[in-house]
Structures are given as structure tokens and as C-alpha cells.
């Protein structure tokens, strides 16, 4: 009897409402934090229902009372950079948060190219040597994905230093190191950031909803959660645990490696390719925490997707949206892989599309992108040049964001298109410096007329225009440039067989080699772009 009341008195404890007795703060308001400059500055958590909570920092004292749920915010007053401060939060009990800087927070997000951290970028040896930088911190957001938004992050605040620096994300702290250079200002860097995810998870799924044309993706997702059936599941994985024991029994008898274990099933919501999932473990917890900018690396996953630009302007608005800030957002065009491009049209262009995609979403203001061309790897989908990288979208920003003049911050750019009997005239923007054929003659451009039979073309410069024809066709319709996974071709190779042996091409790579003055790769484009 007593042990039946212990279970049931444990039963309701569990089922009742969490109490908070102590004041608490997200873990992203801890020691070695980085809070923006300039802007008020939210501070939230949690405390008793009713309990008055004060928080001050250099010299200014916020007061609030929490509310009905134990949740309470305050803004301060805009900070101004300077020696480290102390933040002080007290309520019934005190939590005190040193080392405290004032500069700018960049929220850094996206796929596995994000997340790599400097240990596997180029040169690390003298990138460790020469990390002495203590007014750079990450922030490495380590919850999972969610069913529904989170309230509380998970990870803690590092300094930069020879000791952690290879943590870092590479592409964001080759970017924050830069403006960190160029302008003195401390530099916070949140990283969340997952391996081999869509765009689609690191969406809201209402913001999502709210896109009929993205409505056959949702309505998929949605069926794969309807039919989840956890007896089943569970049923399903013991008859493979109990298959995989036979086989182990078998390898070790016969001295051959034992096969992989076979892993649960998860359900659909609860996976990190589930629309708003990352979302809501990864981005949600950190709102509204103040931020400089965004940055974005991202879209391997989603190649081939033609809606690809509908989903990164989704994506940008959704969280300007939930932040209240139209805050500065750029993010990295891919850059080349796979097999180098030798013929003017290629059957599976999945990563042209994706970077057509971000090409369009360039007309949401306050918005920039890195174009990385010249750093990918036809044999490594994760390339290790994270350095230039993270300097293409440091121009970007000294340039938008910081008002540095006299800084060329993005490749041409294709502004208009006219075709004018045999030939095509295209215009380009960022044109900084005039264009440039890298190597004399203009490579990557192919046309074709009514036909579809398309050609690479003759391409020349004229001042901001590139003139592009070819003798066999007479009437041109459409052009296109640096059309493939890999257009450029520095590595020419292809791979052949499950073991990833290489041989060289028999046919040379055409290259894509636009360039500006400022030596600033052209994006790939086509004429014939759909509708986004």
C-alpha cells in the first residue's frame, strides 16, 4: 500500500505544472556572452509566478514582475561597447554573469557546411597558432529537433583561443574574424547548425502553411506522421535486433566483421528532415535574443528543388518576422561538385537550380550572398577553403552592413537581357573593376535557339555586357552560364565503383571564369529561368 501511494503521489508530481522557485536565464545568458550593441536588448526566464525579477548591467537597473507561467522579459536600454561588463539577474535568489561584451551577434545556421568546424578547414595548424582573438565567442546551440517550439537552448558561451578555436564553425569564424579586424567590434557568433538537413525543417511549418505552393511538401510529411505506428515500429526493430544477433553469431563463427546493429525507428515529427522541426529545437529557443545578422549555408540538401527560392525567402522572412527585426541576411551560394561539367547541358543540374533559387531571393532587401565558386571540391562535398568563404561574406556585410566604402562585395551579377538578331547581350550589376575573362577567353556560356539544342557559345566583354552567339544558331531564345554541379572543372575528375576511384576526364572541362576587377566570381544564371 505504501508503495502503491509513493507511485501515485510521484504520478501527479510529474503531471503538475513546473513551479519555479529560483529565477532562471535561458543558457544563452551566461558567462563570456556577447550581448548587440546599439539596439535594446531583450533579457528573459523564469521565475515564481508574481516574483519580482531586476536585472543591471552597466549601470542601468530593469525591474519586471513574472507573469502567470513564471516567464518574464525586460529590454534594456541600448548597450555601447567597451571594458567586459557584469550582468546581474535577482529575484528570490541571484545569478551573476561575467565577462560580459557588447559588439555584434551573428546568428549562424544551416547544414553541415556550417556546422564544419575550423579543425577541418584548410591550414589548421596555423589557424590554431594565430587564434589569440578573446573579444570572438561562439555559441554552439546543441538541443535537437522538436515537435514544437522550444523555450530553452542548450550549449554555453567559448572564447576564442588556440585551445577552442577548432570548434568554431569555419565559415563563421573566418567571417567574424574579418569584420572583427576591420572594425574592432567584439563578435558573437550563434551557431545552429545540423548535418544533412533541408530548409524546410529550419522553418516554422506555419510560415510554411502559409505558402500554397509548398503545400504538396507538407501534405507528404503529413502523411508519413499519420501512419506512424509505434507497436509496429517497435515490433519491426525487435524482429531485425533478433536477425541482427543471428548474423553477428554467424560473422564471429566465420571470423568475418560483424554487419551494423540496426537502429529504432523515429517518429516522422521528431526527425531533423521534418518541416519546422529544427525550428522549433534549434531557432525558437533563441528568440528574441538581439542580433546584428544572419548567416546562412545551406541547400545540398534540397538539390534539385525548384522552390528552392520560394523556401530561403520563407525562411528569411519567417524569422525577421519573429525577431521583429528586418535584420541584415546573407547567406553562401555552393559551390562546385561532383564531376566537372563538360558538355553545355547537363542531365541532373540539382545544385544549379538551388543556387538559381538563391540568386532570386537577392531581391528581399537587406540581403546579400557569397558566391563560391573557385572554393568547392569535385571529390568533397564539405570543401576545406572555408577561409575564402567566410571572407566573401565579410565584403558583404563591410560593405552593406558596416558602411565601409570602396569594398566590392559581390561577383557580376545578371541585370538584363536582350537579344539582338544573332546575339544575346546580357548586363551585368557588380561589375566592379570591369569583367573579366580569367583566362583571355570567356568559358561557361552555352545558347541555343527554338531547337533546344544547345551549344557552347562565343562569349566576349564589352564594358558591363557579355555578347554571346554562336555561327549555328541564327536565332537565338536563351543563354545560359555555369550551368552544372560542377561548371568550373579545377578538378577534373569522375568517380566510378562503390570505392570512389577517380580517372581524368577525356574531354576538358569547359570552366565558368566571369569574373570582376575585384577578382569576384559571376553567379550562374540561365535566361530561361521559370517563374519563382
Partial sequence: MKIFIRI??????????????????????????????????????????????????????????????????????????????????????????????????????????????????????????????????????????????????????????????????????????????????????????????????????????????????????????????PEQAQAEYEKQLAAWKTATAQAKADGKPAPRQPGKQTEPRLKSNYPGSLFNGKIAPLIPYALRGGLWYQGEANGGSLLYGLQLATLIQDWRTRWGSEFPFAWVQLPEWLAPQTKPVVEDPGW????????????????GMAIALGTGDAKDIHPRNKQEVGHRLALWALATVYGKTGVAWAGPLPASCKIAGREVVITFTHADGGLVAQDDTLKGFAITGADQQWVWANAKIVGDTVIVSHPRVKAPVAVRYAWANNPVGANRWRWQGNRGQCYTWADKPAGANLFNGAGLPASPFRTDAPEP
Avoid at 149 to 154: F, I, M, T, V
Avoid at 352 to 367: S, W
Wanted: proline residues 5%; hydrophobic residues 45%; charged residues 15%.
Fill in 8 to 229: 501515485l503521489l510521484a504520478g501527479v508530481v510529474a503531471l503538475a505544472p513546473r513551479v519555479v522557485a529560483d529565477v532562471k536565464l535561458p543558457a544563452i545568458f551566461s558567462d563570456h556572452m556577447v550581448l548587440q550593441a546599439g539596439t535594446p536588448v531583450p533579457v528573459w526566464g523564469w521565475a515564481r509566478a508574481g516574483e519580482t525579477v531586476t536585472v543591471t548591467i552597466a549601470g542601468q537597473t530593469q525591474t519586471v514582475t513574472a507573469g502567470p507561467d513564471g516567464k518574464w522579459l525586460v529590454k534594456l536600454a541600448a548597450l555601447t561597447a567597451g571594458a567586459p561588463l557584469t550582468l546581474t539577474v535577482k529575484g528570490q535568489n541571484t545569478i551573476t554573469i561575467n565577462d560580459v561584451l557588447v559588439g555584434d551577434v551573428w546568428l549562424c545556421s544551416g547544414q553541415s557546411n556550417m556546422a564544419m568546424g575550423v579543425a577541418g578547414a584548410k591550414d589548421f595548424a596555423q589557424e590554431k597558432m594565430a587564434a589569440n582573438y578573446p573579444r570572438i565567442r561562439a555559441f554552439q546551440e546543441s538541443s535537437g529537433a522538436a515537435p514544437a517550439p522550444r523555450d530553452e537552448c542548450s550549449g554555453r558561451w567559448v572564447v576564442c583561443s588556440s585551445n577552442t578555436v577548432g570548434g568554431f564553425s569555419a565559415t563563421a569564424y573566418f567571417f567574424g574574424r574579418e569584420i572583427h579586424q576591420k572594425t574592432g567590434v567584439a563578435i558573437g557568433l550563434i551557431n545552429s547548425s545540423v548535418g544533412g538537413t533541408p530548409i524546410e525543417a529550419w522553418t516554422s511549418w506555419a510560415a510554411q502553411q502559409a505558402q500554397p505552393k509548398l503545400t504538396p511538401l507538407l501534405t507528404g510529411f503529413e502523411k508519413q506522421q499519420a501512419g506512424w505506428n
Fill in 352 to 367: 544549379a537550380v538551388v543556387r538559381e533559387g538563391m540568386l532570386q531571393t537577392l531581391k528581399l532587401p537587406h540581403t
